[in-house]
Nanobody, 124 residues
C-alpha cells in the first residue's frame, strides 16, 4: 500500500503561482512513477503531469506545458507540481497519484494509488 498526502493548494489570482506537494509513504518511493491529475466541478478527472522513476522522464498535458513543472525529491519521498501563470480554467481539485510501472501512461486507470486531493482556485 501507498499513502499519499497532498498540500499547497489555495486561492490565487490569475497569473499567480502555487506549488503543490505530495508526500508518499508505505513503499519505496524510488520505484514509483508519480502523477498529478485534476478534476473540476462537473468534469471528469484529467491528467496534468507525470514523472517516471526511470530517468525521471516527465510528461505534461498540452494546456499546462510551459506553465507547470513536475519534479521529485527521492530523499524526501515527495513529488511537486510548480504551477505558474495560473488561469481561471486551472481551478480544480488536484490529486496526486502513484504507479509502480517505470513509464506511466497518462491516464487515470493506470495509477493505482491516490491522495485525497487539494483545492486550487484561480480568480480572474
Amino acid at each position: 500500500q501507498v499513502q499519499l498526502v497532498e498540500s499547497g493548494g489555495g486561492l490565487v489570482q490569475a497569473g499567480g503561482s502555487l506549488r503543490l506537494s505530495c508526500a508518499a509513504s508505505g513503499r519505496a518511493f524510488t520505484t514509483l512513477s508519480m502523477g498529478w491529475f485534476r478534476q473540476a466541478p462537473g468534469k471528469e478527472r484529467e491528467f496534468v503531469a507525470a514523472i517516471s522513476w526511470i530517468a525521471f522522464s516527465t510528461y505534461y498535458e498540452d494546456s499546462v506545458k510551459g506553465r507547470f513543472t513536475i519534479s521529485r525529491d527521492n530523499a524526501k519521498n515527495t513529488v511537486y507540481l510548480q504551477m505558474n501563470s495560473l488561469k481561471p480554467e486551472d481551478t480544480a481539485v488536484y490529486y496526486c497519484a502513484a504507479d509502480p510501472t517505470p513509464a506511466p501512461a497518462m491516464a487515470v486507470k493506470s495509477f493505482n494509488y491516490w491522495g485525497q486531493g487539494t483545492q486550487v482556485t484561480v480568480s480572474s
